[in-house]
């Protein structure tokens, strides 16, 4: 209870502060000037000889309606082998430009020809003029990957293959209190179906593990309602301007909504973005920490805080997903982004992050475990300011490629 009110409380200050200094609702945010700047859509009308169809009103710029971002691409997936992957980014306006956030959608199907696939579906809906958002994450996947068990020092070689089948559905909707601070609640359903581990000397998780729930039955459901808490001065998540971000989500599962076992989470989600200058060009020092907490016993393993399973699955640059595992978990990023070429159409990242979770005796954060590397932007849609990101990681005893539409935060 101690650490809810703390963390509520370093959520809730920005919002507090701002509330403060205003005295309106008024959120006049400065629309990205794209004058100058290249994309890869634009060099192919260049090299195609495709035009825009000129606009009756000679005065008036026409302006598109949805920014579409489409990347067809071949990439490991969880579990071993290879899978054809089409992501899929659509941004949009629900409102005035000038005072509502770019609301986006992105789809990110994948299937491999021997039976592993994916269906996912998020979503990032804002109303004119902020006042609502509308978050989504809608999922189901087939969904082979290996654990490694508890604790933050793991043996590399000592895991075992989990298959099942995986259904998420979150949605949330969150009221504009202040210009940027929100408050709502929500729903999340985390459903695993078919739990089979596939291990020579192993039945299941639960004799790899030694933990007791959600390792011994074939299905594992939880369900429960959520409390929202957010503060964003962002106004483009597919690629942050200056600012910040504070995200806090309180979940309450109970069997009355179906859940196998009554438990509580906190994930408190912390992003600051830095810009050294006052050009259009990327400059900037970028900031992300989460803390991801169990608050009750009887927390299902697969359902437990592990590395590359926050909300947007981007966490963990350098770590294979699942290989750090507790019933907390505490992480640090940063990341400096530059753009190459005066355009905009040419960019590189460096960064850094860390991992820490919890013991499963003491509970303790004992040990750190941290991830390097560096990658390539290249400007895919200048109007939703959609960059394709292509980085490489490197942490103990592993390293491999991450290829995505949009920055990892």
Known sequence: MKRLVLWLFLILLPGLLFAQSSNSFGMVKKE?????????????????NIRNAPSTNMDVKPKKNIYFSILPISSAVPGGGRALITSTTAGFYMGDRQTTNISTVTFTPYFNFTGRFGLPLRSNIWSNNNNWFIQGDTR?????????????NTNQNHKINVDYKYIRFY?????????????????????????????????????????QYGTSNANSLSSGVTLNLLYDTRNNSLNPLP????????????????????????????????????????????LWTYYWTTLDKGVPYLDLPSIGWDFYN?????????R????????????????????GLLGFVVFANSTSVSERNTHQFKYINPAVGGGMRIKFNKGSNTNIALDYGISKGYSGFVLALGEAF
Request: aromatic share 16%; glycine share 10%.
């Open 324 to 343: 750090y595992r507790g019933q907390s978990l505490a992480y640090m990023e940063a990341e400096y982004r530059r753009d190459i070429l005066p355009s």
């Open 171 to 211: 949605q949330s909707a969150l009221k504009r209190i202040t210009p940027y601070f929100f408050a709502g609640v929500g729903y999340n359903l985390d459903y695993h179906v078919e739990i089979n581990a596939q291990h020579e000397n192993f039945q299941n998780i639960q004799q790899f593990t030694g933990y």
């Open 140 to 152: 189901f996947l087939v969904y082979p990957q290996h654990t490694w068990g508890l604790g933050g």
């Open 32 to 48: 990205v000037d794209t004058v100058g700047q290249k994309d890869i859509i634009g060099l192919f009308k260049d090299v195609f």
């Open 243 to 286: 600012g910040c971000y504070s995200n806090l989500v309180y979940r309450y599962n109970t069997p009355v909504l179906g859940s196998n076992a009554s438990w509580q989470s906190l994930y408190v989600d912390v992003r600051k973005y830095i810009h050294f200058t006052k050009t259009r060009q990327q400059n900037m020092l970028a």
């Open 314 to 322: 981007r966490s963990g640059r350098g770590i294979q997903q699942n």
